[in-house]
């Protein structure tokens, strides 16, 4: 099980760390990443650490701004977004075996519940 947390209100330009807490299992064994969905977009990819070779993927989009990172004692992933924009504002999910894209994810892998981030002045 995967448990979101750290969402919130922001303003424009400000910083979150966004949590995921494993349970049952050792996360750092796992790839891990983040997806996130706005009202009325599809769920889209932010990044996805690979614990093989310790490797992260971000889409160019994501580039900059938002950083994967893992506290293995913790049993934890970290999402650090920052310079946030109002169109970060979307529900921020979790997941395992993210390295082959939503889809493979989502039919696959373990989500968090997700969390809500908001970016408004």
């Known amino acids: 099980q995967l448990v979101d947390s750290g969402g919130g209100l922001v303003q424009p330009g400000g910083s979150l760390r966004l949590s995921c807490t494993a349970s049952?299992?050792?996360?750092?064994?796992?790839?891990v990443g983040w997806f996130r969905q706005a009202p009325g977009k599809e769920r889209e990819a932010v990044g996805c650490h690979r614990a093989s070779d310790n490797h992260t993927y971000y889409p160019v989009s994501m580039e900059g701004r938002f950083t994967i990172s893992r506290d293995n004692g913790q049993n934890t992933a970290y999402l650090q977004a920052t310079h946030l924009k109002t169109e970060d504002t979307a529900i921020y999910y979790c997941?395992?075996?993210?390295?082959?894209?939503?889809?493979?994810?989502?039919?696959?892998?373990?989500w968090g519940q997700g969390t809500q981030v908001t970016v408004s002045s």
């Open positions: 997941a395992t075996d993210c390295a082959y894209g939503l889809d493979y994810s989502l039919k696959f892998g373990s």
């Open positions: 049952g299992f050792t996360l750092e064994h796992w790839t």
